[in-house]
T-cell receptor
Framework: AQRVTQPEKLLSVFKGAPVELKCNYS??????LFWYVQYSRQRLQLLLR??SRESIKGFTADLNKGETSFHLKKPFAQEEDSAMYYC??????????FGTGTSLTVIP | DAGVTQSPTHLIKTRGQHVTLRCSPI?????VSWYQQVLGQGPQFIFQ???????GRGNFPDRFSARQFPNYSSELNVNALLLGDSALYLC????????????????FGPGTRLTVT
């Protein structure tokens, strides 16, 4: 069965510290992995997708197929990074599976 | 473009009643997906429609149904409401044909908050 696991519901880091939001998945096949973000009072929006291999707002995520992980990382956290982050996967784009989310707080 | 719009914003229903939620996608998007987000959980996929055809269905009972209209707007219907149906219902549109850089990118609406009492 397809599953996305985000083990941390809450994560707090100090401004300027590195941050890593964990995501593990189980899927039989080759899924596409995504990170979505929801800032306070805003809509859920796509942050990045593994296949694009881009750095968005300083965030990167590497797909590790051996460990079935897709952790989100940023070397220096900023206050504006405080938000809810969701890891998600899809097979053909017809059905998406989301994790339960991690609430990131960056302490000034 | 106002982005994806959903109506109503909030509504309160009683157990056993029926509810219809509406979604208008971004202009030019032909695919609409529906999600249920219970408090403290991530969005859970309900349906995806493309060109008025159902393309994907999540693990939800038959009380949940949806349809897409020729203008690509969509309705989600839930019959015989249960207390457990109380949630934020999200709609997302995307351009599956791939005119965009990322055909899998979904654009979410603000959601409809449904409370069942």
């Amino acid at each position: 069965a397809q599953r996305v696991t985000q083990p941390e519901k809450l994560l707090s880091v100090f401004k300027g510290a590195p941050v890593e939001l964990k995501c593990n998945y189980s899927y039989s096949g080759s899924p596409e992995l995504f990170w979505y973000v929801q800032y306070s009072r805003q809509r859920l929006q796509l942050l990045l997708r593994h296949i694009s291999r881009e750095s968005i707002k300083g965030f990167t995520a590497d797909l590790n197929k051996g460990e079935t992980s897709f952790h989100l990382k940023k070397p220096f956290a900023q206050e504006e990074d405080s938000a809810m982050y969701y890891c998600a996967l899809t097979n053909t784009g017809n059905q998406f599976y989301f994790g339960t989310g991690t609430s990131l707080t960056v302490i000034p | 473009d106002a982005g994806v719009t959903q109506s109503p914003t909030h509504l309160i229903k009683t157990r056993g009643q029926h509810v219809t939620l509406r979604c208008s996608p971004i202009s030019g998007h032909k695919s609409v997906s529906w999600y249920q987000q219970v408090l403290g959980q991530g969005p859970q996929f309900i349906f995806q429609y493309y060109e008025k055809e159902e393309r994907g269905r999540g693990n939800f009972p038959d009380r949940f149904s949806a349809r897409q209209f020729p203008n690509y707007s969509s309705e989600l219907n839930v019959n015989a409401l249960l207390l457990g149906d109380s949630a934020l219902y999200l709609c997302a549109s995307s351009d599956l044909i791939g005119r965009l850089r990322d055909p899998y990118e979904q654009y979410f609406g603000p959601g409809t908050r449904l409370t069942v009492t």
